[in-house]
């Protein structure tokens, strides 16, 4: 009885890592597709309604879901509290939604860029800005989809047989 809950143990964790693994490849896809929808309502805000930057983005953070609107729920609260750059009130944005998301680094690093440029142009080259970080981020969703077809099945076998060949080198 004891080696049987053992067994069931063994099986049940591996099969959560797998899941786990598995849930990032489901997840990062969504998520880049919320912060393409975030950046091109803080463009709209920003080019179309003049509304201020600190204002646009508790705009689009109050109409974003987690964990993307904590980027720019945050940065929107370092801009308003502190003497910062639009660069640095993005990094801690970032910084603050890093845990919570799904996104890799160049994810990131794409926001970063974007960031260091944002308010500091003239409106075409915001515009263009804009544009170019949509372009990237859109490829990269393009990428996270085909991967979460490729990957994220594969994941789940995985987990449940790496279970099932642990208990069978065990019995």
């Known amino acids: 009885m004891i080696k049987l809950i053992g067994c069931a143990l063994i099986v049940v ?23 393409i929808e ?17 204002q646009a983005l ?3 953070g109050a109409r974003m879901h987690s964990p993307v609107n904590i980027v720019f729920n945050t940065t929107a609260d370092e801009l308003s ?32 860029v974007f960031g260091r440029t ?5 409106l075409l080259h ?15 969703q393009k990428g996270a989809a085909e991967d979460r077809r490729r990957y994220e099945r594969m994941w789940q076998y995985i987990g449940v047989l790496a279970g099932l060949f642990i208990v069978i080198l065990l019995y």
């Open 13 to 35: 964790a591996t099969s959560a890592i797998g899941f786990r693994v598995a849930r990032v490849y489901r997840e990062r896809p969504r998520e880049l597709l919320l912060l």
């Open 81 to 112: 509290g502190a003497d910062v750059t639009v660069g640095e009130a993005l990094a801690a944005g970032v910084r603050a939604c890093r845990q919570k998301a799904h996104l890799t680094d160049a994810d990131f690093t794409a926001l970063a």
């Open 126 to 140: 915001q515009s263009q800005q804009f544009e170019a970080t949509l372009a990237q981020l859109e490829s990269a």
């Open 58 to 60: 508790k705009n689009v």
């Open 118 to 122: 944002l308010g500091t142009s003239d």
């Open 38 to 54: 975030a950046l091109r309502l803080l463009r709209a805000e920003i080019e179309y309604t003049a509304t201020p930057l600190p």
